[in-house]
């Protein structure tokens, strides 16, 4: 079993930016792809952002693709969301989540089906 811990949340106004972490332990954390996910009240989690075990594929959601990038630093059992030019559409609680496996299909990595283990999320709210 893996403990996922999210931090870095907050408020902040429309433009701005947050970096999210979330801390992985229990378990070998460079053995599995990571992934971050969001649910806004009301509304189904959505995929964010993926990671591979090494850090060489990515995949981003088209709502935030060129705003928001994954980085993993596996000596330090962390990933990383940075999120910048923030929406308030990007208002959510955001999830961090271990992979199924090292490395996702685009199909896996993009739906909640493909992650087995969830942090308890950590909220970001953007005031417009």
């Known amino acids: 079993q893996v403990q996922l811990v999210e931090s870095g949340g907050g408020l902040v106004q429309a433009g701005g930016s947050l970096s999210l972490s979330c801390a992985a332990s229990g378990r070998t954390f460079s053995n599995y792809a990571m992934g971050w996910f969001r649910q806004a009240p009301g509304k189904e989690r959505e995929f964010v952002a993926y990671i591979s075990w090494s850090g060489a594929g990515t995949y981003i959601s088209e709502s935030v693709k060129g705003r928001f990038t994954i980085s993993r630093d596996n000596a330090k059992n962390t990933v990383y969301l940075q999120m910048n030019s923030l929406k308030p559409e990007d208002t959510a609680v955001y999830y961090c989540?271990?992979?199924?496996?090292?490395?996702?299909?685009?199909?896996?990595?993009?739906?909640?089906?493909?992650?087995?283990?969830w942090g308890q999320g950590t909220q970001v709210t953007v005031s417009s």
């Open positions: 989540a271990t992979g199924r496996g090292g490395s996702l299909s685009m199909v896996l990595a993009t739906t909640a089906s493909g992650y087995d283990n």
